[in-house]
């Protein structure tokens, strides 16, 4: 840093109000994540039994202390029926993206251990699938499988590696020029002995950071899919769905597709975040 | 000279390569997914015989690699097939509602750096400091923003609600325009139709800034990142030293730092745009080829809904050539650094 400057170089009170700041909001990260699991993993099982049921003569309420949310055409309370909805929104875009990298961890390790022509020719399929976005071949996929939430996860889990593929290949030969990896192969340890014992334990934290934001643009992905028809068919209180069957009624009762929206944003946002998060641990970890 | 040329045949050369690749991807993707092809070509009510002729019509009692190749020869000759449900060209559909779709994504695109740039330059220019802060939080918060539902509390509160914008439509209910390239726009301006094309362009603010908006993030971010690379060279303080200061600075020297890596951000953002565009399109009634695939879907029709799929990944090779392109005359570093390769 050049000394020429008329800046303060370090301001000590600034620099404290940052790292406390930022410690501030890792833990709402985590909190917010927290809530959103046991959302996912127990919300269906302490909302009342009437988020699925039609029940009219409480249709269209504003929200109320009764009815935080307020209520949708149907009576069923809104704000229940997002704490229902966590579990398909999110434990599917978990699963997906663990299906996944799965996929794009084996493609990459064949690519990198399968000499040039097994590579060059994973790698063109790669660069192909990634010409087209996520949502239309998922959209092209699960339709052809008929609508429903299975449908979806299938094709999001079908179609979602070739960005970990073609990062984690990158990686690969990254961390495969490190002395010690050389030093291991002079050792005549095999390359898949290599690639199992060295280079993918150390690439796995870029691919954590990864994973926790992939969740949050999955979660996006199938509200999306729903929305458009292919994902969660309603009265499903997926979020997606949810936000579809409100905006029909959307100038009666705005609240219905408010909140679901919302819900999908700060998840998406938290599991984004907590990518960062995880991040900033595991270079103190290093550090230590 | 020499040189570029080789390298624009061999990046032309990896684009065919990849453009056949997908079309391998896709044509198998029909093959695995369960379902009779012939079954749904020729009806619901068809008779086995009638399903019999419709597959030798279609070819598809021939060994796969040889329907590959006649898969392959059709598409050269731009033919996509037919709609199962309204009998038309698929090509010729698609290419109906293209332009649309490339309309709002250029449109988007435009408001999405007129949106990332000046921020990026007002927090580059005073990072760390309370306005920083702001921007980025906002930023975070802008990308998780699910671009359907913005889409509709938009509409809803400044369209229904406030009138300030057209609900839906691509032009106003008197107003036409005759076609000739399809962007409306566009079309408007060379037939001298100045109202159509103020109110073509009124009818894209809305759905342009909510596409961009959860995608604007990301330019930003790269601008930021790259115009304090800069801001931290040595040759800035010399300059501020100097007496150079506000838009010199930013003119001379952020913004042509800076416009490499943006440029392949805002390319990459082009394909991104389109695959959202399916969520916009519906919700302002735009007739794009997301609209097009979304109905192709409802309907079922499954030949559509390959073209669709097909004709939006060969979109997004062609901009990611294009791209590349656009860099290799931009910078003369990268042109050569990759003649050296």
């Known amino acids: 840093m050049a000394t020429l400057t008329s800046r303060p170089s370090v301001d000590i009170r600034l620099l404290r109000k940052r790292l406390v700041g930022n410690r501030l909001l890792n833990r709402v990260v985590v909190a917010v994540v927290l809530i959103v699991l046991f959302c996912a993993v127990f919300g269906p099982l302490i909302a009342p039994k009437s988020i699925t049921t039609s029940n009219i003569r409480d249709a269209l309420r504003a929200p109320s202390l009764s009815h935080w949310f307020g209520t949708d055409d149907q009576g069923r309370d809104v704000f229940w029926r997002v704490v229902a909805g966590a579990r398909e929104s999110v434990l599917s875009a978990i699963l997906i993206v663990a299906v996944y990298s799965v996929i794009g961890t084996i493609i990459a390790s064949v690519a990198s251990v399968g000499g040039r022509v097994v590579d060059e020719t994973l790698m063109r399929i790669t660069d192909a699938a990634m010409a087209i976005p996520t949502l239309i071949f998922g959209l092209g996929f699960a339709a052809a499988l008929g609508p429903g939430l299975r449908s979806a996860i299938i094709a999001l889990s079908v179609t979602g590696w070739p960005v970990t593929a073609r990062l984690l290949r990158s990686i690969i030969q990254e961390t495969s020029t490190m002395p010690y990896v050389e030093g291991a192969r002079v050792l005549g340890v095999s390359r898949l002995d290599v690639l199992r014992r060295h280079v993918l334990p150390n690439s796995l934290d870029v691919l954590i950071v990864k994973w926790a934001a992939d969740i949050g643009s999955t979660i996006l992905v199938i509200s999306s899919l729903s929305f458009v028809g292919v994902g969660s068919q309603p009265p499903s209180p997926e979020w997606g769905a949810m936000v579809t069957e409100g905006q029909g009624y959307i100038a009666s009762a705005w609240w219905a597709t408010l909140w679901p929206g919302i819900a999908i944003a700060i998840a998406t946002v938290a599991f984004a975040l907590l990518g960062d998060v995880v991040q900033t641990r595991l270079s103190q970890g290093k550090k230590r | ?341």
């Open chain 2, 1 to 341: 000279m020499k040189q570029v040329l080789v390298y624009l045949a061999r990046r032309l050369f990896t684009s065919v390569v990849t453009l056949l690749v997908l079309t391998l991807i896709i044509f198998t993707m029909v093959k695995v997914i369960p379902g009779d092809e012939a079954h749904v070509a020729a009806g619901i009510s068809a008779t086995p015989a009638q399903v019999q002729a419709m597959r030798i019509h279609l070819g598809l009692n021939r060994p796969w690699p040889v329907q590959y190749l006649e898969f392959l020869g059709r598409l050269g000759h731009g033919d996509l097939g037919t709609s199962i449900v309204s009998q038309n060209s698929i090509a010729s559909g698609i290419r109906q509602v293209l332009p649309e779709t490339i309309q709002l994504v250029l449109v988007a695109m435009l408001i999405m750096i007129v949106i990332a740039l000046p921020t990026a330059i007002i927090s580059a220019l005073r990072r760390d400091r309370a306005t920083d802060s702001a921007l980025r939080m906002g930023v975070v918060l802008s990308s998780g923003l699910p671009i359907f539902w913005l889409a509709l509390v938009l509409q809803y509160l400044l369209s229904t609600r406030l009138g300030w914008f057209p609900i839906s439509g691509a032009l106003g209910p008197h107003v036409t325009v005759p076609r000739a390239t399809g962007l409306t726009l566009v079309d408007a301006l060379i037939s001298g139709k100045l109202g159509a094309l103020v109110d073509g362009a009124y009818h894209l603010v809305l759905p342009g800034f909510v596409l961009a908006l959860p995608f604007t993030g990301q330019l930003y971010r790269t601008l930021r990142t790259d115009m304090i690379g800069v801001l931290d060279q040595e040759y800035i303080d010399a300059a501020r030293a100097k007496g150079v200061s506000g838009a010199t600075l930013v003119w001379r020297h952020l913004l042509p730092n800076a416009a490499g890596s943006a440029i392949t951000v805002i390319g990459a953002t082009f394909g991104m745009m389109i695959g959202a565009a399916v969520l916009v399109e519906s919700v302002f009634g735009l007739n794009g080829i997301g609209e097009y695939l979304t109905n192709a879907v409802a309907n079922s029709d499954r030949f559509a809904v390959v073209g669709a799929v097909l004709v939006i990944g060969v979109v997004v090779v062609a901009s990611s050539f294009v791209v590349d392109v656009v860099q290799l005359i931009r910078d003369p570093r990268l042109r050569a650094g990759q003649l050296a390769s």
